[in-house]
């Protein structure tokens, strides 16, 4: 094979991948796809910012990777970083106690009201949940 046949075999393969790559079932395509869905991923599991609020409110609480909780407080503000599967400045709410083994989350991100408690997030977390309240652990409300 002379240098010009392997110059128009290249072209014809990357002319073939260029037109296989603008249909919908695609590798790039998917690998696209399964990319963005682990950076929605990521959100999902990072809550890091900070919260600002018009009253003076005081809140010192740590998730435990679900597990439980430990601390508490309530704070009815802004949030700002990554939080509720977002990143930017937005309106947030958590009202959440914990001790141990068993700790009780109330959230909202976003659109919500603070006296619809169909609009906030609840849970109970930890094995204390899981044995005495088994239904709490899942999420109720909108989040």
């Not at 690998?31 to 809550?47: E, K, Q, T």
Request: glycine share 16%; aromatic share 12%.
């Amino acid at each position: 094979m002379g240098h010009g046949a392997l110059w128009r075999l290249g072209l014809a393969l990357a002319l073939a991948a260029t037109l296989l790559s603008l249909q919908g079932c695609t590798f790039v395509r998917k690998a696209w796809v399964y990319s963005n869905d682990r950076v929605r991923d990521g959100l999902d599991m990072v809550d890091l910012g900070m919260t600002v609020s018009i009253r003076p409110s005081l809140s010192a609480y740590a998730c435990l990777l679900g597990l439980g909780g430990l601390g508490g407080g309530t704070v009815n503000g802004y949030f700002v970083g990554i939080g509720g599967s977002r990143i930017g400045i937005f309106r947030h709410y958590h009202s959440n106690i914990g001790i141990g083994l068993y700790a009780y989350e109330v959230n909202g991100w976003g659109d919500f009201d603070v006296r619809d408690r169909d609009t906030l997030a609840r849970r109970s977390r930890g094995p204390i949940a899981w044995l005495f309240f088994p239904g709490s652990t899942k999420c109720k409300g909108n989040a």
